[in-house]
């Protein structure tokens, strides 16, 4: 498609978007403050993963008053549920806001680094117009095959385009064939000691007003205080660090799932 033109998003929007962390973070230190604790408790830190936990009530509500899941959606949640490894999957408040903003700046061109059993994938071919295509990467077909005949039975399985290989080399495979700057929104959600690397790629392919989104920034609190045999933390950490940093992008941590960081390319 075209070049977006620099800040294609409307000024209101990435405000209120940028606003959006913030408004998280009140949210919940105001939860925090209204909260019967027992004096001594009070000098304690709060939980390092302030979103409500899976399985609590407070989640469920959240579920309750916001979810709007496709039915087929919501089939294939339940498949990946039943998975051993079901709890990779992105939870479905948090892709029901990927597949929002892919709507919101009306994306054409989707990256998505780690499938899994597709159903984020779905959510955004869900949202995309019928030329719209979700450029998928993933090391294991096995789990993408969860979700293939439900991505058919959606009507949106020619949107995704599944590649098996290593995400690293789809991507320079893209920017070798000319397609720096055509990509719209990436979600980055695959091997966490390669997230530095799958960022700077995307930057690349991601057009001027673009989005990426990059899951489990918070690795269920441990990028506090990285152990020094904790690889994974350690890049999720460094990279938090130098997100802060990055003049190329504007960027919103939100305590959502495992916590995601939007970052706006400028």
């Given at each position: 498609g075209s070049e977006m033109p620099l800040l294609s998003v409307p000024k209101e929007v990435a405000v209120g978007t940028a606003m959006l962390g913030v408004a998280f973070?009140?949210?919940?230190?105001?939860v925090w403050g209204r909260a019967k604790v027992p004096?001594?408790?009070?000098?304690?830190s709060p939980?390092?993963?302030v979103w409500p936990a899976?399985?609590?009530?407070l989640r469920q509500y959240i579920l309750d008053h916001s979810l709007r899941e496709h039915p087929i959606l919501k089939k294939l949640r339940l498949l990946t549920a039943d998975h051993p490894?079901?709890?990779?999957?992105v939870s479905c408040e948090q892709a029901q806001l990927m597949a929002n903003l892919v709507k919101l700046i009306k994306a054409k061109k989707v990256l998505e680094i780690g499938v899994f059993t597709g159903y984020n994938a779905l959510?955004?071919?869900l949202v995309l117009p019928d030329n719209g295509r979700v450029i998928a990467c993933d090391i294991n077909e096995d789990y993408a095959k969860i979700g293939r005949?439900?991505?058919?039975?959606?009507g949106v399985e020619h949107k995704i385009d599944l590649r098996i290989k290593p995400a690293i080399q789809t991507l320079d495979e893209l920017l070798a064939n000319g397609e720096a700057e055509t990509f719209d929104f990436a979600f980055i959600d695959a091997d966490k000691e390669s997230y530095n690397e799958y960022y700077e790629k995307c930057l690349r392919l991601i057009k001027k007003g673009g989005?990426?989104?990059?899951?489990?920034v918070l690795w269920n609190g441990k990028v506090l205080k990285p152990r020094k045999d904790d690889l994974t933390a350690q890049s999720i950490h460094h990279l938090n660090e130098k997100l802060l940093r990055d003049a190329r992008v504007n960027i919103s941590m939100l305590p959502m799932g495992d916590g995601v960081t939007l970052a706006f390319k400028l």
């Open positions: 973070a009140t949210g919940m230190l105001a004096a001594k408790a009070r000098t304690r939980p390092a993963v899976r399985d609590s009530p490894w079901g709890r990779m999957m959510n955004m071919a005949p439900l991505w058919k039975e959606a989005i990426i989104a990059i899951d489990n």
